[in-house]
């Protein structure tokens, strides 16, 4: 676990943390005493088992807390789906094949919302992949093969019209995990009546996805496959619809970044860093060229950012540790695996950014990592902290009270 240091201490690690940089060791924001109220472990959960334990990936919370509070994002496998299906969803069928459909559900496990691939256009065996809820709550974004799985498009889709644009065509990789940011005060058309024009990096043209979101303020961060390892890779329409390369973290040249996630004002990224399933780093980065990546934690995986309801000025990143692999096959509604922590737990950071900053004064953690709940939760906190989520092997929807 990091270390406190007092403020009498800043000016030595500051130089510390200048010699670790310039010896191309992965560089630990310095600490401030912490400000947040938040202090120990949940007394209370409730652990809600979504599709009747069996298996889910891509898994995400809701950020909505009007119309999807405390559901969850998830992909399912092929064969019976157990969930409860209301008379207004009746399209939704409970025997599927892999990877056929995106869900979102409730702690009820009752199914909110969904959409298909047919639905989608797909021809074939296509598969959704990657799917993810993007910094807007009314919009996910997912990937949708092509050509009989060898080639991924990325699509954003309006929740309440279900029509879509696609972002980027026949350019992704099955594991390119997009995230994508626009303003929360967007307000976008949600039309499908748009007719991209796409680059040769396969992004669509910035006057369609203005026409989409109503704005251009619109960014995409992705991995990319190279040479056997993944890379992170990111497009502010502002700016260009060419995709630019983010520096990798020093001496990890040989790990794989995945599963990065863009902060709520568009200006930073957490992601995954690891060699393999058994050990993982969680960092974060400036969203710009040139841009130093920062370790956040240790044997951490899955970082997301969280924002305090009472206080938006508080920012936290929320991560996991998992001993052992990080595909969790324990059930995490029994009493035991809750109460010792054996599966593992989920930690919350509390960060204070300043961009454009040199990278030892552009992160400051602010106290100690705060144990919110003995279990590894991977998908995320609501934005109200009630709400997490995780699967893999089972899907849970956990409530803290």
Not at 163 to 177: G, Q, Y
Not at 265 to 273: I, L, R, S, T
Not at 370 to 399: E, Q, W
Request: net charge negative.
């Amino acid at each position: 676990m990091p270390f406190t240091y007092y403020r009498v201490c800043k000016y030595f690690t500051a130089l510390f943390s200048a010699i670790l940089v310039s010896c191309q060791f992965p560089y630990t924001p310095e600490q401030e005493p912490p400000v947040s109220t938040e202090k120990t472990v949940s007394q209370k959960i409730g652990v809600f088992p979504v599709n009747g334990g069996k298996q889910t990936c891509n898994i995400s919370i809701s950020p909505d807390t009007t119309d999807f509070r405390g559901c969850m994002l998830w992909l399912n496998f092929s064969g019976a789906l157990v969930q409860n299906v209301s008379p207004e969803l009746a399209g939704y069928k409970t025997f599927a094949q892999q990877h056929d459909r995106l869900t979102i559900t409730d702690s009820s496990n009752t199914v909110r919302w969904f959409i298909t691939r047919d639905e989608m256009g797909a021809q074939g065996e296509d598969n959704f992949q990657d799917p993810e809820w993007s910094t807007h709550p009314g919009i996910i974004v997912s990937l949708l093969s092509s050509q009989n799985l060898q080639k991924w498009n990325l699509f954003a889709i309006d929740l309440k019209s279900k029509n879509s644009i696609k972002l980027c065509d026949e350019k992704m990789d099955e594991v390119s995990t997009p995230h994508l940011w626009i303003p929360e005060t967007s307000i976008f058309s949600g039309t499908d009546d748009i007719s991209p024009e796409y680059n040769s990096s396969g992004f669509a043209d910035k006057n369609s996805v203005r026409k989409f979101f109503g704005t251009s303020d619109v960014k995409v961060v992705f991995s990319r496959k190279e040479s056997g390892l993944l890379s992170l890779y990111y497009v502010n329409y502002n700016e260009s619809a060419v995709p630019s390369k983010l520096p990798r973290p020093a001496g990890k040249e040989n790990w794989k970044l995945e599963s990065p996630l863009i902060s709520p004002d568009g200006k930073w990224v957490v992601y995954n860093a690891y060699q393999s399933t058994r050990y993982y780093e969680s960092y974060i980065q400036e969203l710009r060229p040139g841009s130093v990546p920062i370790l956040i934690a240790e044997g951490a995986s899955d970082p997301h950012w969280w924002t305090h309801p009472d206080d938006r000025s508080l920012q936290y990143i929320v991560y996991a540790r998992i001993p052992g692999d990080n595909l969790v096959q324990a059930d995490l509604a029994e009493p035991k695996v809750q109460e010792t922590g054996s599966a593992g737990s989920t930690w919350m950071q509390q960060v204070k950014l300043f961009p454009g900053r040199p990278s030892m004064m552009a992160v400051v953690k602010t106290g100690d990592p705060i144990l919110l709940v003995n279990l590894p939760l991977k998908g995320g906190r609501s934005p109200d902290g009630a709400f997490f989520c995780t699967g893999y092997s089972s899907a849970y929807i956990v409530r803290l009270y």
